[in-house]
């Protein structure tokens, strides 16, 4: 298997945030984000730069992420799932999860992020208030919370499964690595998730 290099993620929130008791969904809006993603604040952020950055930043990491987890899951599956039984529904909440975070990103790239550059360029140029252009958007974008709330319902069902993420005591490496790389990458789609659903889709819902 190749190594896949992680990005190394700043402390971005705070650690008592990542429990299944408060990851819940509509929490993604009450936390400070690190600088890159302060980046709202600045007069010149716009949808195709945020888009970019998503898609260049969080997506790429998610992709590469889920590749090096899924492969975690079935070798510490095979060495410690008659002891941890757990990690049969583990290994199987990652494959639909994955499934759906990754087509989920998928549509974005190729349906709705390109759909949000189009009419967010058309309300510039024909102004803000129409509202032929806007309602479609704005129900596009009521499906993507959706489908983001999903998203967070398999990150506190893997929270539940593991006990949090603790580790076992007779856990080898590669369970520790996988429960490591799980935190990770729950770290960076909670931003991601951040990104989309209160900046980007704030954005074009000012508009």
């Not at 549509?107 to 967010?120: A, G």
């Amino acid at each position: 298997m190749n190594t896949i290099q992680l990005i190394n993620l700043k402390n971005t929130v705070s650690e008592n945030y990542f429990t299944a008791k408060n990851l819940n969904d509509a929490d993604i809006s009450r936390h400070e984000i690190n600088d890159a993603t302060n980046r709202r604040n600045n007069n010149k952020l716009n949808a195709d730069v945020l888009i970019d950055y998503i898609i260049k930043t969080h997506h790429a990491f998610a992709k590469k992420s889920t590749i090096a987890i899924y492969n975690l899951t079935q070798k510490v599956a095979y060495r410690h799932s008659e002891k941890h039984v757990e990690l049969k529904k583990f290994n199987e909440t990652a494959f639909l999860f994955f499934h759906h975070l990754l087509n989920q990103m998928l549509k974005e790239e190729q349906s709705l992020f390109p759909y949000v550059r189009q009419i967010m360029s058309e309300l510039k140029y024909q102004g803000k208030n129409n509202n032929a252009i806007i309602q479609p958007l704005k129900e596009k974008l009521q499906l993507q919370q959706a489908e983001l709330q999903k998203s967070f319902h398999y990150l506190k069902t893997f929270r539940e499964i593991t006990n949090d993420y603790k580790v076992p005591q007779d856990a080898c490496s590669y369970y520790t690595s996988l429960f490591d790389k799980m935190k990770e990458l729950e770290s960076d789609l909670v931003i991601h998730f951040h990104l989309e659903a209160d900046i980007l889709f704030g954005l074009c819902n000012k508009s």
